[in-house]
């Protein structure tokens, strides 16, 4: 069975930092590509940002870019998300995917596993 396990969220100020880690789990378990999408009160589920593997690419939200980097090890099936410059708005529920596929690296539907997230609070 796969399972994603998202860590490291917590509360931070405005203008702090986190890192939050996702670890891949099952004996079945590959993927193209990863990525995190985030989830706040009242809101839709958006994209955060992506990395695929074999292009070593990445792709990010606009209002995301230059503040957060997404990293991760294939091999050790672990993806990473250093978050900078936290702002109120960027509280969510984050949560980590797994795409098994080439696929959009935007759209929620082409993941095939998902985590069952993890919860980041940013004071004002």
């Known amino acids: 069975q796969v399972q994603l396990v998202e860590s490291g969220g917590g509360l931070v100020q405005a203008g702090g930092s986190l890192r939050l880690s996702c670890a891949a789990s099952g004996r079945t378990f590959s993927s193209n590509a990863m990525g995190w999408f985030r989830q706040a009160p009242g809101k839709e589920r958006e994209f955060v940002a992506h990395?695929?593997?074999?292009?070593?690419?990445?792709t990010y939200a606009d209002f995301v870019k230059g503040r957060f980097t997404i990293s991760g090890d294939n091999a050790k099936k672990m993806v990473y998300l250093q978050m900078n410059s936290l702002k109120p708005e960027d509280a969510a529920i984050y949560y980590c995917?797994?795409?098994?596929?080439?696929?959009?690296?935007?759209?929620?539907?082409?993941?095939?596993?998902w985590g069952q997230g993890t919860q980041v609070t940013v004071s004002s």
């Open positions: 995917a797994a795409q098994r596929f080439l696929a959009s690296a935007t759209v929620a539907s082409t993941y095939d596993y």
């Open positions: 990395i695929r593997w074999g292009a070593a690419t990445t």
